[in-house]
């Protein structure tokens, strides 16, 4: 499958949390995929519409998100041999980001697959990476290793499918848990090729599209606290780190 990028994908992105209670929420936005090593140009007006920066991904100091990516995939044993690596993303607007699930699919040279890397940050400032490699369908299975909800303990582990996008966008991630399903996250969209036009309307239906993602998170986590969902202690070592100047 060829997917010609960079692309825009509007989406619907629908959580379903079933235990211990059951709530559900949906919006909508819209995605980038990018060739990490050709991230999109801008005209200069458009700029403050989509900026890719490396401080907002892996230890975020590194020169690149492409250096980033490779360091973590080297401290696991992997490398990619100079293969090519589609990210799907949200990009900086207006100078403000927040990426709940960033996706690397990562190729070696000849274009096989090799791995995908599942990038989560939460609304405390942590980010965790896990290094996932899906079957020929694109599912994966991975422990839980970090603290993502406080109504979730660090528990259970994931089942996702991620298979890499095309003309459609379609993501399922579930959290199982002791005693069955207890959240599953979906992400389906449409392709659209990457055009200043088409940037312009998506911003336009979707301004501020990350900072209303962050705040929808935090809201729909108020309306859980009012409805005495327990709160579970986010652990001493899922702290949000010190950020540097």
């Known amino acids: 499958m060829v997917t010609t990028v960079p692309a825009l994908y509007p989406c619907t992105i629908a959580h379903v949390r079933t235990r211990p209670r059951r709530y559900a929420l949906r919006h909508r936005t819209y995605l980038w995929l990018v060739d990490l090593d050709r991230l999109p140009r801008l005209p200069s007006l458009l700029r403050p519409l989509a900026r890719f920066d490396a401080r907002d991904h892996f230890t975020g100091d590194r020169p690149s998100i492409r250096a980033g990516l490779e360091d973590f995939l080297a401290a696991h044993g992997v490398s990619l041999d100079g293969g090519h690596v589609l990210m799907l993303t949200h990009a900086r607007v207006f100078g403000y980001v927040f990426n709940p699930l960033t996706l690397y699919w990562c190729h070696g040279p000849d274009g096989d697959p090799r791995c995908v890397v599942a990038e989560v940050h939460n609304t405390y400032g942590g980010r965790h990476c896990y290094l996932l490699t899906p079957d020929a369908t694109g599912s994966a299975r991975t422990d839980k290793e970090f603290y993502v909800s406080p109504f979730f303990p660090v528990d259970g ?58 705040a929808a998170i935090r809201a729909h986590g108020i ?4 409805r005495r969902l327990p709160v579970q202690r986010r652990p001493d070592n899922h702290r949000t780190p010190e950020k540097t100047t």
């Open 223 to 226: 309306r859980l606290y009012l």
């Open 157 to 214: 582990h994931y089942r996702m499918r991620l298979p890499r996008p095309g003309e459609r966008l379609d993501l399922t991630v579930h959290l199982d848990r002791e005693g069955g399903r207890a959240f599953t996250a979906t992400v389906r969209g449409g392709r659209r090729a990457a055009t200043a036009r088409a940037l312009l309307r998506q911003a336009l239906r979707h301004p501020w599209s990350t900072l209303v993602v962050s």
